[in-house]
């Protein structure tokens, strides 16, 4: 039916759970030519086009995230900052995304600050230990805090689209995270027992309140009973 978008978006849906993505992003652009109104198709072309890739074309649909029906942003009186360098002026990064995709997109902040951009950074409260022992010169504060006064915002999600971001030009400084002494020195002992084995960390399961885990995660005994000989 080739007048009904929705048709054309649940043909999308199938083959991105394939993992066909050019066929995907066909379909979710034949669905907005029908209807462009369809947020989902807006959100789910640029995650196939990532997923393909194609990140020059991705970046601007991946804005769509940000669209108030789509997801919960907070409310910010300050412009969104474009790239502009001044003296004395702060840039609020907010982290709009889940534990893993703050995890991911941090790896910008250091490139930013080395412009001389001030910046404030929110950030969930599980992630503000490790994010203050990694990244110098930077204020980080939980979401919800208040924060200081600042001349810009921009979602932490759309600094790599900022920097043109393709394949090839991700930033590659690694390791980028450092957990503190602290930490190293208790895992260091919890594994001491295994030093000599071969040792894999596996992510089993994301946060339970997130949507679509049920096709992410896997429970812990499937991996155990694979493990079991090794």
Not at 141 to 156: D, K, N, S, T
Not at 200 to 219: E, I, L
Request: charged share 15%; hydrophobic share 45%.
């Amino acid at each position: 039916k080739p007048d009904q978008a929705l048709v054309h978006f649940n043909l999308g849906e199938a083959y991105r759970q394939l993992g066909q993505y050019p066929l995907a992003v066909a379909a979710y652009r034949r669905a907005l030519e029908v209807d462009s109104s369809l947020l989902q198709a807006h959100q789910q072309l640029a995650l196939s086009l990532l997923a393909a890739g194609d990140y020059a074309a991705a970046w601007p649909a991946f804005d769509w995230r940000l669209d108030p029906r789509l997801s919960v942003q907070p409310q910010l009186s300050e412009p969104r900052w474009m790239g502009q360098i001044e003296a004395g002026k702060r840039v609020f990064v907010y982290s709009d995304q889940g534990l893993g995709d703050a995890i991911l997109f941090s790896r910008y902040l250091p490139f930013i600050a080395g412009q001389g951009v001030s910046l404030v950074v929110e950030v969930p409260t599980s992630l503000l230990g490790l994010f203050r022992n990694s990244f110098s010169g930077i204020e980080f504060v939980a979401i919800g805090e208040p924060h200081p006064v600042c001349e810009w915002q921009i979602a932490l999600a759309s600094l790599p689209a900022l920097f043109g971001t393709t394949v090839d030009t991700v930033p590659k400084v690694t390791p980028y995270l450092q957990p503190g002494e602290a930490k190293l020195n208790a895992w260091n002992a919890r594994l001491a027992p295994y030093r000599n084995s071969v040792r894999v960390a596996v992510r089993w399961a994301g946060n339970p309140g997130a949507t679509g885990v049920r096709q992410r995660d896997c429970p812990i005994e499937l991996f155990a009973s694979q493990f079991a000989d090794i």
